[in-house]
């Protein structure tokens, strides 16, 4: 990159990221006044995007070739920029606190699902729909979409990409990022459209259905009813576990499945695992539910709260805090699993455990075979050294996390099993929790420092944690060293007469 335009890919990308969420804001200014809801909200949450956003993208470079550093910069500016200017709208519409709006936003672009409304009736329609939406968009990813729309950043975008999606490696489908993050745009768009339909068709009224398809689709869990899937029946139940479980497997997978190669999905390792985590979780939940519910509606709950936890989407079909403490304590351990890599779903995700599990098998045969040579694979897939780094990284990291923030939330005040899902369901994008953050409660019962603390949880949760803790390294703040320009060559000096004669 030449030296005049270094440090310039941040506010391009920022920039970028403002005056399209001010376009999305119009858009919704226009429904509301549909609806008849106000809409100066959204107007003048559009005039403060676009203000902010103008100067950044008139300042910044897109580049040829942004150093990791800029893309990471990136990354984290623009999922901290757009979720505090998207504040507003619930600041202005519905009354909130700004560390509630906060909170709010965050969960949304975050597709996290932790609410801290806590009277549904006092807000907009329009607000309902604009929360599910941010979803949507947090669900696939700001930057993957911005890479298939906006061409400059194709030029850059694998850094980001690497950044953004989740999982210990990328899966290409196309050599190019642009192509590739258009199709998995497409399959997203596609599954969005299908799953609104389906809730139409289940007897959902057209709005719940476009709002919930925005937020399954996401596996994010934001709905506009307050006691969430409680009030629907089975056939809703069936659509919502159906799409929850597509949302959670590997759209480079879907893809491929959905254009020519749908054996692929019986060969991937993952999804196998992830299948049989849901038929065995489901099963043991629906068994520990039988005291609470007959046999049928034990096995629709049962099964509903696996994959919904399990996605982290966090629908509720019922009050499941209410649930028999072995229920209450499967879901607690599905908060840890997660998704598929590359999919919508947060948590650890089902490849970095099949990584850890299959190296802790390794090294205890490695007791019996001390000099056997023992790949470590996935599948047909040897997984490298680096990545089993990382992905050891990515775990200490994420356990600190948890274990300091639920220690934390215990001193300002809340019990240990409010503080530990809490801090669970932050850091995993799930979304409730127990206890006083249940499935029919909201975070606003927890005090203003917590709700502050489970906001951070949220951001390193979604942008996979190490890279968000890179900001507390002093390196990651040193300015970069502009390289010297190379001097000419000079010719070789030719020897004297005395070095010519030895």
Same mark, same amino acid.
């Given at each position: 990159m030449p030296s005049g335009r270094r440090g310039r890919f941040a506010p391009f990308v920022v920039g970028m990221g403002l005056l399209t969420l001010a376009l999305a804001l119009v858009g919704f200014s226009i429904y509301a006044a549909i609806l008849g809801d106000p809409l100066g909200p959204f107007l003048l949450t559009a005039v403060v995007a676009f203000l902010l956003g103008a100067p950044l993208r008139l300042v910044g470079r897109f580049g040829s070739d942004p150093s990791r550093r800029e893309a990471l910069l990136s990354v984290l500016l623009l999922w901290s920029v757009v979720p505090l200017v998207g504040t507003l709208p619930y600041v202005l519409g519905a009354g909130m606190s700004p560390l509630n709006a906060l909170f709010e936003s965050m969960s949304g672009f975050t597709a996290t699902g932790a609410t801290a409304i806590a009277d549904f009736e006092a807000v907009p329609a329009a607000l309902f729909m604009w929360r599910a939406f941010t979803q949507w968009v947090g669900g696939i990813g700001i930057v993957v979409a911005?890479?298939?729309?906006?061409?400059?950043?194709?030029?850059? !975008?694998?850094?980001?990409f690497q950044t953004e999606t989740p999982g210990p490696t990328e899966d290409r489908l196309s050599p190019r990022l642009r192509t590739t993050a258009l199709a998995v745009l497409g399959v997203y768009v596609g599954l969005s459209a299908t799953c609104a339909f389906a809730y139409a068709l289940a007897g959902m009224a057209p709005y719940e259905a476009v709002a919930h398809a925005f937020t399954t689709v996401a596996a994010a869990g934001f709905s506009p009813e307050a006691r969430s899937f409680e009030a629907y029946g089975l056939a809703i139940d069936v659509v919502a576990i159906t799409f929850m479980t597509l949302a959670a497997v590997n759209f480079a997978l879907l893809f491929r499945a959905f254009f020519g190669r749908p054996r692929d999905l019986a060969r991937d390792p993952e999804l196998r695992t992830y299948a049989?985590?849901?038929?065995?979780? !489901? &099963?043991?939940? &629906?068994?520990?539910?039988?005291?609470?519910?007959?046999a049928g509606e034990a096995i629709r709950h049962g099964f509903f709260q696996t994959v919904s936890i399990l996605t982290t989407t966090g629908y509720a079909s019922a009050d499941f805090d209410a649930w028999p403490d072995r229920a209450r304590a499967t879901l607690l351990i599905l908060m840890f699993v997660g998704g598929s890599a590359g999919s919508a779903a947060g948590g650890i995700k089902v490849m970095r455990w099949l990584i850890i599990g299959t190296h802790t098998v390794r090294e205890v045969r490695r007791v019996l075979h001390p000099r056997a040579m023992l790949p470590l694979k996935v599948g047909a897939r040897v997984i490298p050294d680096e990545v089993l780094r990382a992905v050891g990284a990515f775990l200490t990291l994420y356990g600190a996390l948890v274990a300091a923030s639920a220690a934390l939330l215990v001193y300002l005040g809340e019990d240990f099993v409010t503080a530990l899902s809490a801090a669970a369901a932050t850091v995993g994008n799930v979304g409730p929790g127990f206890g006083a953050v249940g499935p029919m409660a909201s975070y606003d019962n927890l005090p203003a420092a917590g709700r502050a603390l489970l906001t951070f949880n949220m951001y390193a949760g979604r942008l996979e944690i190490v890279t968000v803790f890179v900001l507390f390294t002093l390196r990651s703040w040193r300015l970069p060293r502009v390289p010297e320009r190379q001097r000419p060559e000079r010719a070789p000096r030719r020897p004297g007469r005395d070095e010519a004669q030895r």
């Open positions: 911005f890479v298939a729309v906006f061409p400059q950043l194709a030029i850059a !975008g694998r850094q980001i049989a985590i849901v038929l065995l979780a !489901g &099963s043991l939940l &629906s068994l520990h539910l039988l005291g609470t519910y007959e």
